[in-house]
C-alpha cells in the first residue's frame, strides 16, 4: 500500500495543478460524500427535455418536433418535462431536484469528441489537457487510504472525468462478476513501454478495489429492466459498500438524433426518468439520499430549430438535472432566450460548465476549486 | 559487408573536407542498405506479421524470417487481395428488403424482421472474423478494418445487413487501392447516407451530419475547418440519397441546392463530388490518415517529421494506399526495437489473433464474435462515427479482466465444470432471451479449446522454451516463469501474462 501510494504521488504530480497534492496527502482524508454522474452521450436535446412551453417561439420553430402543452410536465407557469421523465416528479415536488439551465462555455466547439473531451478534462475551448477533472480533483485531495476506489464507471466506455493517473478509479459492468473475476489480476511490477504501464496500473486497480467491495446484498426497490436501469442498480449496491466509494459515472445514449428525433428521445428520456426515479428510490432505502448527489451532463445541447429530416442537430448549452436529498431543488441559471441565437443558430450558456463543476468540488466536497480547475468560476446555489 | 562500410570512412580522413562528406553520405547510404539487406529474422517477422495481420503461426513467422525487410513487405502488398476469400453469408444476395416494407408490418411481422436482422448481423460478424482467421491476405483484412474504424458506421443504426455487407466489400475493394476513390464511393455509400443522415438531406434545411465527419473524421480532422464549412459543404450534399426500392444511391435533383457554396475558401456551385475534391487537395488530409496510420502500425505517440514524410508521398502517389504502406513497413520506426510491443491488441486482434497463432480452428465463430463485442470491439458496430478510440482505453480494469477470463476459458481445455461457469452463467439477470441465446452459444465454445499436443509438432522443428515465448509475446514476460512447466502450463503462463497484450 506504501509503496502504491508513492508511486501515485509520482503520477500525480505530473498532473496540472497537482503541485499540493503531497500536501493534501500529509492532511487527514475525511469520508466524502457520494458523487453520482450521468453522461448523455451524444448531446441531449436540453430544449425538449426542459420544455419552455410557454414560449410561442418554441413551437414556431419546432413544428414537428415541439412537445405539445398539455403534455408537457408543467413545473411552472413557463417550463415543464418531458412527458417521459414524469417519475422524476416526485423528487421535484420534495424541492430535491435542481434544474440548471443553460449549461455551456465561451466559444463552443460542435464536434462531439473535442466537445466531451472539454467536458471530461474541463478545459477551456482552446486547451488540449490530459487528465479528466476528477482525476484531477483526487490528485489535489485523495479520497482516504481505506477506499475501495476514487471512482468506478459503470458500463463500457471510457473512463471520461476519471482518466489519468491521479485517481483510483475501476470500470465495471457487473460487481460480482468484477469480483469473481479479479483473481486474473496478479501481475506487480513497472515499465517504461506506456502501455505496458497502463495495464499494470489497471491491474493494480483492480486488486486494490476487489479486497474491499463486497457487494450482493438483496434490494427491495425494483430497477427498470434495460442496461441503464441495471446500471441504477449497480451504483446503488456500490453506494452501500462500507470502503467507500467516491465517484460513480453512468451514462445513457445515443442522444445524437439528427434524424426522427421525437420517438427516440422519448425512449431514452423515458430510461432516463425511470433509472432516476429508482436510484433515488434505491438510495433512500439504503439510507444514502442524503449523503449523494447525482447530475447529468453532457457535451452539449442540439439546435433549437429542427432540421427537415425530423430532427436537430448539434447545438451548444444545455439544461442539467441535479438531484439528491441535499439538493436545494428549484430552476437555476437562464431559461433558454429564443430570440437571442447566436449566428449559428445556436443558444448563448447562461452557466459556464466548470461553475457548475465547481460547485459539486467546492460545497460537496470542501474541495479548493481553483486547484482543480485552475481558476475561479462562479458557483450555483442548488447545493 | 562491415569491413567495406568501414573502409571509405578511414581513406576520408586524408581528403579534404568535402570529400569526407559525399564519403561519408555514401558510407552511410551503404549502411542503411545494409540494414534493409539483413534478413529480417524471427523477431522481425513475427513483428511484422502481428503488425499487418492478425497474430501468425510458427510456420509463418518462418517463412517470412529468412527475407529481406523490403521483400518481406512486397510480398505481403503484392499478395494483396481485393476481395473475400470466403462466399459471404446467403442473405447478402437475397432480394433487397425496404425499410419501408419493415415498417408497414404487423408487430409480429415486424418482431420477426427484427430478429432476422439481428441474426444477419451476427453471421456477417462471424464472416468476417473467419475471413481474418483463414485469409492468405491478413493486411487485406487488418486494412479493411483500419478503414471500417476510420468511416465508422453501425448496423445499430443502418440495421440491414445487406447494406453494411455492401459497405465491407467496398472497403476491402479500396483497402489497399485509392483513398480518393474510396473517399468518394463511400460518400454515396447507402450504409453511409443512413448512418450520417444524408439521405433525408434536403436545401431547405441540409442535414449537417456528413458534411461535419467528412471533414472532422474522414479527412482534415478537428480544427482544420469552420462552422461556415460545414453548413455550406451540407448544402452541397443535398439531395444524395437512397432508392427506396433497391436501397441503392440515388440522386435526387428537387432536393439539391444548386446555389453557389464556399467551403474552404473555394466557391463554386459545387456538388458532393466537388467538395470532396476540395477536401482532398487540402495537405491536411495526407497528414491526418498519415498519423492515423502511424498509430496503427509504429506507437500510440506519432512523430510528426515522419508522418509529414509519409504524407508527402501518400500525396505524390495522388492517394494511392500502397506507396504509403511501403514507407511504413519499410521505415525504421515500424522496426526499431522501442516500438516492438508499443500497442495495446484491439479485441479482434486479440481474439483472432490468438486463435491464429495457436492453430485454434472454431467450427462455430459466433462465440468469438461475442468475445469482442463483450471485450469493447463489435464490428459493424462501433460506439459512434469517431469509431474505437483504441491505445489505452481498449484496457479498464472490466476490459482487462474480460481479457483473461477469455483466454482463460480457451486455454483451459474443455473442462465441462469450466464450460458451465460462463460470464454471466450464474448471473440471475440472464434470464432474458438475449441473454439465453448468449449462453447457448458461449457453450458453443467447446471447440474452442487449445490442442497443446498439435501446437508442439508445429514448433517441433525449434522446441524449448524460448521459441514458444517469442512467439506469443512481442515483448518481455512481467512476471517471471517457475522452472518446469510443461507446454501447456508455459502457454497458459504466457497468456495470462500483461505483456501479451500487447502487440
Redesign the interface.
Known sequence: MTMDRRAFLKLASLCPFAGAASVAWAAASPARKLFILVELK?GNDGLNMVVPYADPEYARIRPRLAIPRDQVVQLSEQSGLHPSLAPLRAAWDERRLAIVQGVGYPQP??????SIEIWDTASKSDEYLDAGWLARAFAVSPSPDSYAADGV?VG????GPLAGPGARA?????P???LR??R??????E?R????A???R??R??ML?AERLHVGGKLATEFP?NPFG?AANTAVQLASNEAGIAVVRLSLG?F?T??NQLGTHANLLKQLGEGLAALREGLMEIDRWDSTVIATYAEFGRRP?????G?T??GTSSAHLVLGGAVKGGFYGARPDLARLDG?GNLPFAVDFRGYYATFLERWWGIDSTKVLGARHAKLDFI | MTVERGAPIFLAREHDLHTMRVLAAAALFIASIAAHGAPIGYDGARHLLNRVGFGATDAEVRDYASLERTQAVERLLGGARREALLRPPAFVDAPFEPYYRIRQMSPEERMAAQRRLVEQGLELRAWWLREMLVTPSPLTERMTLFWHNHFATSQQKVRLGQLMYRQNALLRREALGNFGTMLHAIAKDPAMLVY??NA???K??????FA?EVM?LFTLG?GHYG?SD??EAARAFTGWSLDRGTGEFTYRRVWHDYGEKTVLGKSGRFDGDDVLDVLLARPEAARFIAGKLWREFVS?NPDPREVARWATIFREAHYEVKPLLRAILTSDAFWSAENR????KSPVELVVGTLRTCGISPFDLRPAVFATAAL?QNPFSP????GW?G???W????????R??WL?RVFRGSDPATMAMT??GD?A?AA?PGERYRRMLERGMSDYAFDVERFDRAIASAPGPARIDRLLLA?DA??ALPDGLDSAERVRALV????Y??R
Open positions: 451524444g466547439n460542435l464536434s462531439h469528441f473535442r464507471v463500457p466506455g471510457a473512463m475501476i470500470a465495471l459492468t457487473n460480482e462478476q468484477f473475476n479479479a486474473l489480476a496478479r501481475a506487480e511490477g515499465s513501454n506506456a502501455a505496458l497502463h495495464i499494470l489497471v491491474e486497480d483492480v478495489s429492466r441495471n445515443s445524437d439528427h434524424a430549430h429542427e432540421n427537415q429530416s430532427g442537430d448539434h449559428n | 450520417l443522415d433525408g438531406s434536403r431547405q434545411a441540409p442535414n449537417e451530419n461535419r472532422e478537428e462552422e460545414v453548413k500510440p510491443g508499443a500497442l495495446i469493447g460506439p459512434n462515427v469517431k478510440p491505445g489505452d482505453a484496457i479498464t480494469s472490466s476490459t482487462l479482466l474480460g483473461k477470463q482463460e460470464e454471466h448471473d439477470k432474458a515483448t512481467v512476471n495470462a501474462d500483461p505483456a497484450q500487447l
